[in-house]
């Protein structure tokens, strides 16, 4: 079982910045992609950016050059940087993973999410 904890939400003004993090742990063998999405108020839930082991990322056309992903395998933890928000940002951020995880020597893929965090933007 892989469990994600998030951190890093708040209340912010438009223009400004935040940081999210999301720290996996558990029975861990493997962490192949890691992401963030985000579902407004009466939105539905949309990928924001997500990053391979390899380093590779994807973002939302909405987001680019304004948010950056990066993640640090060694602690296994993705990071939101968020620069430039804009009121139309507001919404829950949820982390998710995906890979391999294990138990009794047996390996098994697994989908987790985190609890989500809120990010509110002001104008």
């Known amino acids: 079982q892989v469990q994600l904890v998030e951190s890093g939400g708040g209340l912010v003004q438009a223009g400004g910045s935040l940081r999210l993090s999301c720290a996996a742990s558990?029975?861990?063998?493997?962490?192949?992609?890691m992401g963030w999405y985000r579902q407004g108020p009466g939105k539905q839930r949309e990928l924001v950016a997500n990053?391979?082991?390899?380093?590779?990322?994807k973002y939302a056309d909405s987001v680019k050059d304004r948010f950056t992903i990066s993640r640090d395998n060694a602690k296994n933890t993705v990071y939101l940087q968020m620069n430039s928000l804009k009121p139309e940002d507001t919404a829950v951020y949820s982390c998710?993973?995906?890979?391999?995880?294990?138990?009794?020597?047996?390996?098994?893929?697994?989908?987790?999410w985190g609890q989500g965090t809120q990010v509110t933007v002001s104008s």
């Open positions: 998710n993973a995906e890979g391999l995880t294990y138990s009794r020597s047996r390996y098994y893929p697994y989908n987790s």
């Open positions: 558990g029975s861990i063998f493997s962490i192949n992609a």
């Open positions: 990053i391979t082991s390899g380093g590779v990322t």
